[in-house]
């Protein structure tokens, strides 16, 4: 039998109390198109809306808030070329730190300057030739940084699920939440917040097909790697579960669905063109599996993470201009 | 002197029980991005998120749900290749009845369809030979239904200010309202509403720069028209500015600004980068104003109407597409 998880109810609960004023309370929106197409009633957590546009600050914030003032003062940093690489800059600067944070050199320049832009200093790489994970290890030793890992973490797990959280809040009991399985880590908050309010609840995590390490690892019944994945889904794009996250998800997911790129690209300008709303590939994966009918027969009530909005003009272009618009066919 | 307006707080606030459980209570979102670029608190009232997808549902409810039985019974009817025409087509099924909607027969395919699926039955006419307000109340008076105006109505009036007042219920006293004008009718009612609560107000106007026919009535003092307006902005391509709808804004306007298309797009691209929402092209036009510094010096507190999202990823990409990202520059 596994240890019991090492993060509870209680812990994501601390987490939305540090997390006041901090992170925003996103809306809970609704779709009566949504509903028809799928036949439930959906509920769709925008974490798009999210500060640095995605939920990754609930976790990077819980962690950071969590360490002594000596670390604290000392800074902290992360390696990331995503989402969690402005979490943690924005982190830093709301405790009154600093944060240096390890980017390929090749990261896009956006992302780049957002990061810079809350302050963090960046440290570039060569990801061909240097491994990231040493880089930031030894960076941190050498500078006296606390390194904020991107899900493999309790605190930040904790800090994760405050999204389903106030979801179930808003909400009141569902019958299933589907949610994005990159790392694990939001999906794992999640499914301890959710667990712990209802128990009946279905957890459904969703991985892009090309990234489905977590789905095979929980074949398997032990953590598995699979090449590194390449979709659209970069939030994704991961090639291990986390050990911690896996624990938890083990233990508590009742299943992980697949959904394909071109899958993703139909939930996005779905979400576009019915919600108004601006996903990145990775936030959308939950909404695909919807869509798609990836889930099958769905219950009445059910919520869905749409973790993240960071997609600028030009790459939601170049992914959806091709193809044209389905709106109203 | 001019006459009173007819149009008053009371007539809003009618207008907002009607429409209670119909037309969705919009969310109002703060970015702190856009508060620094422009210089003060914005609030940006989130109307491309209500039902069919623009504000457009409030007018047209409001001044169906005032008929008189017999009317309700015989059927509505509109003239409009617009957001007006779902409105219309969505308003008669709330109210149990039957809407005809006369579109030009080269409308959008998607707008034609998400008309028709709320049950509307079209009526399709050529734009460049035939005139459809000799036709529409032809077809009105042949078959007994009442037409819906898109603008200039009271009862529609007063249901677009139900917007502003949602705002204002929400913010509190703000110091301006920023929203666009079309043929004038969220305007006045916006103006109706706002100014009645907040004498202080100042109510500003926004017109692409093509369709400026409601900044040149203001400076001459009476109705003028211009030429068909060539702009992106499709919803405020109105060369007259409505009877109603201008002596009211004559009267509760501080001012119109114009915005150029290339403004417009500017802002529909930091809509969708960063506040992650979509935004027509006449949705835009007031955050293009504040954007361009079309406004001046912003008083503290200043809210503004994002007034529909419909738009499908084939033209936002035509639109957008070849101008590439200005995200994080």
């Given amino acids: 039998m596994p240890p019991l998880p090492p993060v509870t109810l209680t812990d994501v609960r601390e987490a939305a109390a540090r997390l006041k004023g901090v992170a925003h309370r996103t809306p809970v929106l609704t779709s009566r198109t949504l509903d028809g197409l799928v036949g439930a009633r ?6 798009n ?3 640095v546009g995605a939920f990754k600050i609930r976790g990077a914030y819980n962690a950071a808030a969590r360490l002594t003032p000596d670390q604290l003062a000392r800074g902290i940093a992360a390696y990331s070329s995503g989402n969690h690489a402005q979490a943690t800059a924005l982190a830093a600067r709301e ?3 600093s944060a240096v944070i390890l980017m390929p050199e090749d990261a896009p320049r956006s992302k780049m300057a957002a990061t810079a832009g809350y302050g963090a200093e960046i440290v570039t790489y060569d990801r061909y030739t240097q491994d990231r994970t040493a880089l930031g290890e030894a960076l941190a030793a050498d500078r006296g940084l606390t390194l904020i890992p991107p899900y493999d973490h309790p605190d930040v797990i904790a800090g994760q699920g405050t999204a389903t959280l106030e979801l179930l809040e808003e909400t009141g009991e569902l019958d299933a939440v589907v949610a994005p399985v990159g790392g694990g880590g939001l999906m794992a908050g999640s499914a301890v917040a959710a667990t712990a309010l209802h128990p009946g609840v279905r957890m459904i995590g969703v991985e892009p097909e090309a990234g489905d390490d977590t789905r095979r690892s929980l074949e398997s019944g032990e953590r598995v790697t699979v090449p590194v994945p390449r979709t659209i889904a970069d939030g994704q794009a991961i090639a291990t579960p986390g050990e911690i996250t896996f624990g938890i998800n083990q233990r508590l997911l009742d299943s992980v669905e697949l959904v394909s790129d071109e899958e993703i690209v139909a939930a996005m300008r779905f979400a576009f063109e019915r919600l108004k709303i ?13 869509l798609a009918g990836r889930i099958g027969k769905l219950p009445p009530r059910v919520g869905v993470i749409a973790s993240g909005g960071n997609i600028d003009t030009a790459r939601f272009t170049a992914l959806l201009g091709a193809e044209g618009s389905t709106a109203g066919r």
């Avoid at 959906?42 to 974490?47: I, L, P, R």
């Avoid at 601006?278 to 919807?290: C, D, F, I, K, Q």
């Fill in 95 to 97: 405790l009154g730190t």
């Fill in 278 to 290: 601006v996903l990145e590939p990775s936030g959308a994966t939950g909404l695909a599996a919807l």
């Fill in 49 to 51: 809306f999210q500060r």
């Fill in 42 to 47: 959906v509920f769709v957590k925008c974490e």
